[in-house]
């Protein structure tokens, strides 16, 4: 089974909430839906859940049309499993209970058979007795998860389900989840606003800003060749500045940035190609986006310090402060400087985008 999104626009009065969506999700395939708070991620699943009219395009479910701004089937109408970040679970109903409301349609043999080897497959085993209120946020969750799947839908679609989990528990979570929902081969839309859930969970992301689809593609497309400032900030973790081509360089505020250390997505896309003085106009406005593990830091004499550090296991972080500026460099163990040492950036092995 595939969902196919078609031209899908959105508005709430006369504010626009999405525009011109297109997608489509495959077979057991997981494709997450990134963006900022308010920026449609939501609205695209209630639309497809039936949760909020169609206005404009279409849903289908391989070639057969789901919905239109005409047909507008209702939620319990359509082939599909729901999972929200709370409130999922029917309050006075045992974990076994609300996995088999799922499963009306089948033998109470069969349904019990079928409640507990869901149970076992995601660890809890030995809690179908139990009431959604004895369960941790983490269980709640897993069991919300194999009920939407116990129907056997054809698509699966999941807003933060993780979002009022804790962060350590949160990433066995998604692992979980993400075997489970692979195993059930069903076409899967997440919603998160978390860039690394994203990356961990999904085979494909597609980023929102503002209603717009600013980009989809693998996590690594996505890293490789960010489009726009928020997928190369948050997915790609670029420092971005702006800077002027100065010769053979890019003069930038925390300093010159050789010009054959610079790959122009809009050109190469995946490829990594540096390009040569002479691409770039002399005097043209470039916006660059350096990757921090690139950048090298040497004791000097300024005109940068550093404010800050962190030791984050493989590496430190540096914070370096220049101006108003704070830029994150990642340094070795072995290279790290101490707090209040001053410093150059030394560009040397920089990798630089532009990106539009
Ligand atoms: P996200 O899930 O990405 O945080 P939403 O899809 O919930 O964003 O919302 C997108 C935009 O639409 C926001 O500006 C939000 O305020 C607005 N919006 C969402 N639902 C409604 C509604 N029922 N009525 C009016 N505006 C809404
Ligand atoms: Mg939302």
Known sequence: ?????????????????????????????????????GSGKSTLLRIAAG????????????????????TNPPPEQRPIGLVFQDHVLFPHQTVAE?????????????????????????????????????????????????????????????????????????????????????AANTPTLMVTHDPEEAMDMADRILVLVEGVAVQLGTPEDLWRSPKGAFVAQTIAGLQLLTGKVQGDKVQTPIGAV????????????????????GDLKEGATVNLGLRPHTLRLQSASGPAVISDRRFLGQHYLALVTLGDLQIRIETSREEALPIGTFVEINFASVEALIYS
Do not use: W
Not at 99 to 117: H, P, T
Not at 128 to 152: D, K, M, N
């Open 98 to 182: 609300n996995i088999a409301f799922g499963l009306r349609n089948q033998s109470k043999d069969q349904s019990e058979a079928m409640v507990k080897q869901q149970l076992a497959s995601v660890d809890l085993s030995g809690m179908a007795q139990r009431y959604p209120h004895t369960l941790s946020g983490g269980q709640q969750q897993r069991v919300a998860l194999i009920r939407a799947l116990a129907t056997q839908p054809s698509v699966m679609l999941l807003d933060e389900p993780f979002a009022s989990v804790d962060t350590p528990l949160r990433r066995k979570l998604r692992e979980q989840a993400r075997l489970t929902l692979k």
């Open 258 to 277: 050789p010009i054959h250390r610079i790959t122009n997505l809009e050109e190469g896309a995946l490829s990594r190609n540096a390009i040569k003085a």
């Open 51 to 70: 949760l909020e009219p169609l206005q404009k395009g279409a849903i289908l479910l391989d070639d057969q049309l789901m919905a239109d701004p005409v």
């Open 1 to 37: 089974m595939t969902i196919t999104f078609r031209g899908i626009s959105h508005k709430f009065g006369d504010q626009t909430a999405l525009s011109d969506i297109n997608l489509d999700v495959k077979n057991g395939e997981i494709v997450c839906i990134l963006g900022p708070s």
